[in-house]
């Protein structure tokens, strides 16, 4: 199993502000992934994170706002870029390993809020 | 597109009864589908896999393809069960993760 760490692990910022969120994997992995999940909501792929190339975004997100970074295969981060109350959520990483069935871990997350 | 539906938000039940949290999806192929857990001030985790047929924590989870759905199911509920169920599926092994919305299952003692 991994084990995920996130930093910050809440945060209150203001309108217009960025904040970039850590992640740090206790083992290398291929495969790291960034979730959004606002409110009474369930989880919302970001973008896939890939150590050696760009990260990939799902449909409504795009680099701009959410850039991402992905020096090693330990470690990642994702920014919140000029940030507004929409943006109020908990960020999750996980990490997982290709091939069939395998399992994600999930990171603590980071409740994000902007006012 | 694939899509992964849980149609009760909130599912309350008391100790001992049976309980049964739906799940439905929509893909032409083969998927691969997961129950993920998350207990109170806890991290989202794995709760079992189709594939493997096991039970964990006395749930199972049967795939009915005809049906497209991937029930979870317990025969007798805990306390200790209640907390935020997430079904899940991906397309392919190396594809990425779709949960659904999510039941939250409240065992009433």
């Known amino acids: 199993s991994a084990v995920i760490s996130q930093k910050p692990s809440r945060d209150i910022c203001q309108r217009g502000t960025s904040l970039t969120i850590q992640c740090q994997v206790d083992?290398?992995?291929?495969?790291m992934f960034w979730y959004r999940q606002q409110p009474g909501q369930s989880l919302t792929l970001i973008a896939t994170?890939?150590?050696?190339?760009?990260?990939?975004?799902e449909s409504g997100f795009v680099i701009d706002k959410f850039p991402i970074s992905r020096p090693n295969l330990t470690f990642s981060t994702l920014t919140v870029s000029n940030m507004s109350p929409e943006d109020s959520s908990i960020y999750l990483c996980?990490?997982?390993?290709?091939?069939?069935?395998?399992?994600?871990?999930f990171g603590p997350g980071t409740r994000l809020t902007v006012l | 597109a694939q899509r992964v539906t849980q149609p009760e938000k909130l599912l309350s039940v008391f100790k001992g009864a049976p309980v049964e949290l739906k799940c439905n999806y929509s893909y032409s192929g083969s998927p691969e589908l997961f129950w993920y857990v998350q207990y109170s001030r806890q991290r989202l985790q794995l709760l079992l896999r189709?594939?493997s047929r096991e039970s964990i924590k006395g749930f199972t989870a049967d795939l009915n393809k005809g049906e497209t759905s991937f029930h979870l199911k317990k025969p007798f509920a805990q306390e200790e069960d209640s907390a935020m169920y997430y079904c899940?599926?991906?397309?392919?092994?190396?594809?990425?993760?779709?949960f659904g919305p999510g039941t939250s299952l409240s065992v009433i003692p």
């Open positions: 189709h594939i």
């Open positions: 994170a890939n150590q050696g190339s760009e990260a990939t975004y």
């Open positions: 083992s290398q992995v291929t495969m």
């Open positions: 996980s990490v997982g390993e290709g091939g069939s069935y395998n399992e994600q871990f």
């Open positions: 899940a599926l991906k397309k392919t092994s190396y594809d990425k993760v779709i």
